[in-house]
């Protein structure tokens, strides 16, 4: 038995397919925090999508952001700074750690952080807290991938979950 589908039903089939792909969106950062025991410092990668970034922004400070684009301002890149600074935070030994944004840079629709805590000497016990993009999405997600020496540890942070504790073995 053969079965015959036309040339329209393959298109409407096509076109409702193409419909919930981009109807269907995932709220997702990925964070890689590495503790660099030679330069007693936390390196953190941090990876958003450009345009949830730019909304955060805009809805954050009531105006038009141009990150990633030609148009982009210094003022632009500072609030970015600002944003993450409060957003993200680092607990090392029960002590709040200073944040330092490192550098930016874009890659297609991505848009990638580095941020820097330095002076951090054999941890025992970190908190990472990252509530980055979640006051815009109730279902944004921002996993993270922590490596402390051979230690590695993957954590998904949520809207009812904004940080992890880690206990590193010595």
Known sequence: MKIFISW??????????SFFSFTHKFYVSVNQVEWNEKKSQMEITSRYFLDDM?????????????????????????????????NNQIIVNQKKMPL??????VEDDVLICY????????????????????????DQQNI?????????????????KKEKEFVLKN
């Open 8 to 17: 329209k039903s393959l298109v409407f089939v096509g076109i409702i397919l």
């Open 115 to 138: 941020l820097l805590v330095k002076n951090v000497n054999k941890p025992k016990k970190i908190t990472i807290k990252n509530a980055t993009l979640m006051e815009l999405e109730p």
């Open 144 to 160: 993270l991938h922590v490596k402390f020496g051979n230690q590695k540890f993957t954590e998904l942070l949520v809207n009812s």
């Open 54 to 86: 730019n909304r955060a922004l805009e809805k954050k400070h009531q105006r038009v952001f141009y990150l990633g684009d030609k148009k982009e301002s210094a003022e632009d890149v500072k609030l970015l700074i600002d944003y993450l600074l409060e």
């Open 100 to 105: 330092q944004f490192h550098l930016k840079e």
